[in-house]
RNA sequence: GGCCCCAUCGUUCAGCGGUUAGGACACUAGGUUUUCAUCCUGGUAACACGGGUUCGAUUCCCGUUGGGGUCACCA
């Protein structure tokens, strides 16, 4: 038997971390077991489900690598055959209409409980059990004819034959009713994985209101889809032994349910801003490089020449995209911006600039500007001098990038030229002096 | 409140009767003979509590406490 398993959000509104995580498992376990991963989408609330919601939650999934074995399947479009497993329902005695409540909207059609304890063994929490006294009746389809999330979700399960439900951890008293569903319908139940819940840093579930979770922002801010993949992966989960960075392939071969954990567990932005900058360092210098030139394209600069020695120095430093524009924009144009603090902080003493004055001078006698001589002149002068590197080093950086931190300087220097260094010197001091 | 689930360092993942309770992130001390970052070395830090079972419990059972889920003509 083939292994099918689902992600079957409701597009209202953006997706989610927690969501996603779900959609996550489903794919490994289907990639795991060479199964088929579907997409559902439960549109049925016409209202809250727009086409934009759709366009960024198809999105979201592409952009983490989520790839589907088939067309999604739209919920909206499938309400006739609703309707009809309604009928259906009706007719063999599961279920019955009445004016629930008596609230004179009309009657409604409710699902009749089998009256006997339901019991199923969840792939990771076990075997979990329910009496039958701790179950009522629901409405399968509104008195305004439409159907409800239980009955849809079930039939398109059944439609998809999707033999794996794996999903939030807030589905488990839904199941008992599904299940009853399934064999009042006469189909086969499915196996059921009921993933423990992310929760914030206020110890609760991500909601459609916690704004900083949603998947695409994570983008925006600049982290890779695979870096938050292989993080969400580990929230819950882990293979075993001590690999937290892996690649995708190790995770599909290491990935089962039984291994994952039953409790919550909290997201670490800080892990996963570490994790990221391993995926920055693990990437080849070309991919590294193109991710550069598309970032500075976005504000029209150009790298110049020895474009491969900047990206060098930079692959060790940065971890996510965004930091590439503020760390790399001095390497582009000599039209850079001095950060204000740096400035209050380093350069308030006159002898700072009478000191620059003097290195200018020797930098303008160096016949070789290369980093080896470079350092060589820096740490001469400083010994001669009497100075420490802290008196010299920091003004000098401020001079030629505007900033307190960067690479190391004399490779800075190297690959910025003679010419460039010793005009931005003067520049410096012209300017603030 | 009823029913259900969960409980190891600040966070996360190991440990599945006998361990100096381990790794990672974070934090911290130093090193890589200048800063920041990377990298390397070290350090602080946890079995919620109480009963059992057992020669022996972090591990098994029960209870307490704490946290969460769910009890809709939402999904």
């Known amino acids: 038997m083939t292994i099918r398993t689902r992600f079957a959000p409701s597009p209202t509104g953006h997706v989610h971390i927690g969501n996603m995580r779900a959609a996550i498992f489903n794919w490994l376990y289907a990639r795991h077991t060479g199964g088929q991963f579907l997409l559902r989408v439960e549109d049925t609330d016409r209202e809250r489900s727009t086409p934009e919601a759709i366009r960024t939650l198809l999105e979201a999934m592409n952009w983490l690598g989520l790839n589907v074995d088939e067309e999604p399947l739209y919920q909206s479009i499938r309400m006739d055959d609703h309707i009809a497993a309604a009928e259906k329902l009706l007719a063999t005695g599961h279920a019955y209409k009445e004016d629930k409540g008596g609230t ?14 339901i019991e199923f063994i969840d792939l990771v929490k076990g075997t979990m059990k329910k009496s039958a006294a701790d179950m009522a009746d629901f409405v399968i389809v509104r008195s305004n004819g439409t159907p409800v999330f239980h009955l849809a979700n079930v039939l398109d399960d059944i439609e998809q034959k999707i033999t794996h439900v794996i999903r939030g951890d807030d589905h488990v008293e839904n199941t008992f009713r599904h299940i009853a569903l399934y064999k009042a319908l006469g189909a086969p139940v499915p196996r059921f994985a009921h993933l423990p819940m992310i929760i914030n840093a206020q110890g609760k579930p991500y909601s459609k209101r916690d704004g900083d979770a949603f998947v695409g922002d994570f983008q925006t801010k600049g982290f890779f889809g695979d870096a938050l993949f292989n993080y969400l ?4 989960w882990s293979p075993g032994d001590e690999r937290e960075v892996m690649t995708r392939q190790e995770m599909i071969d290491a990935f089962d349910l039984v291994t994952v954990r039953s409790s919550p567990a909290q997201m670490d932005p800080r892990k996963l801003l570490w994790m990221n900058g ?18 500075l394209r976005t504000i029209h600069l150009e790298i110049g020449e020895n474009a491969a020695a900047i990206f060098a ?24 911006e001095y950060d204000q603090k740096a400035i209050e902080k380093k350069l308030t003493k006159p002898e700072i600039f009478q000191t620059l004055g003097k290195i200018a001078g020797l930098l303008q006698s160096l016949e070789n500007f290369d980093t080896e001589a470079v350092n060589l002149a820096l740490h001469n002068f400083v010994e001669q001098n009497g100075l ?15 900033q307190q931190s960067g690479p190391d300087l004399a490779p800075v220097l190297a690959i910025l030229g003679k010419e460039k260094v010793l005009a931005r010197i003067q520049k410096t001091i012209a300017r603030f002096s």
């Open 104 to 117: 004179g909207q009309g009657e409604c059609i409710i699902f009749k409980m089998p009256g006997t304890d």
């Open 233 to 236: 992966a580990l929230l819950g």
């Open 278 to 295: 391993e995926y920055v360092r693990a990437m080849r210098p070309v991919e590294f490089a193109t991710m550069c030139r598309e970032e």
């Open 313 to 336: 120095l930079m692959q060790e430093r940065i971890k996510i995209s965004t930091e590439i524009i503020p760390a790399m924009t001095f390497f582009c144009t000599d039209d850079f």
């Open 388 to 402: 420490k590197f802290g008196d010299v080093m920091p003004p000098l950086r401020i001079a030629v990038s505007g």
